[in-house]
C-alpha cells in the first residue's frame, strides 16, 4: 500500500483501511499476530502515534485484541465484523450518493436497477 498524503483521508484511517483488507484478503488470519505500532511507522515512514491511532480503531471495533505482552492479534469474527462495518456504513453512502445523482438525472427505479444489474453481470463476467 502507498499512503496518499495528498488525500483528505487522514493516514490514521488509511492504515487501518489497509490493515481491515489485509485481513480480509487473509494476508492475515484471525489469531495472528498484527504489526505493532512501530513496524507500521518503519513501513510507512510516519508517526508511531499515527500508526497506534489506526491500530486503535481496530481494537475499539473487536476486530484486534491485545495479548499483555506479546500484542495485538486479529479476532476470530474480525472478517464479519469488517464485513458488516463495511456493509452498513461504505454501502450505505455510495447507495445514498447513487440515489442522489439519479434524481437529478431523473433516472427512475426500473432503470437504474436494470443499469445495476447489468454491472452485475458484466463484474462477475471479468
Known sequence: MILN??????IYIQISEWLE????????????????QYQLAEMYNI??????????????????YKKRGLGMFVSKDAKELIFK???NETLKTLAIELLTEANRLNVGEDELFELLKSLN?????D
Open 5 to 10: 498524503t495528498e488525500s483528505i483521508k487522514p
Open 21 to 36: 483488507n489485509q485481513i480480509l484478503n487473509d494476508s492475515i488470519a484471525a489469531d495472528e499476530k498484527m504489526y505493532s
Open 47 to 64: 508517526n508511531p502515534a499515527t500508526a497506534a491511532k489506526g491500530i486503535t480503531i481496530l481494537l475499539n471495533e473487536n476486530i484486534l
Open 85 to 87: 462495518k463495511r456493509k
Open 121 to 125: 453481470i458484466e463484474s462477475r463476467e
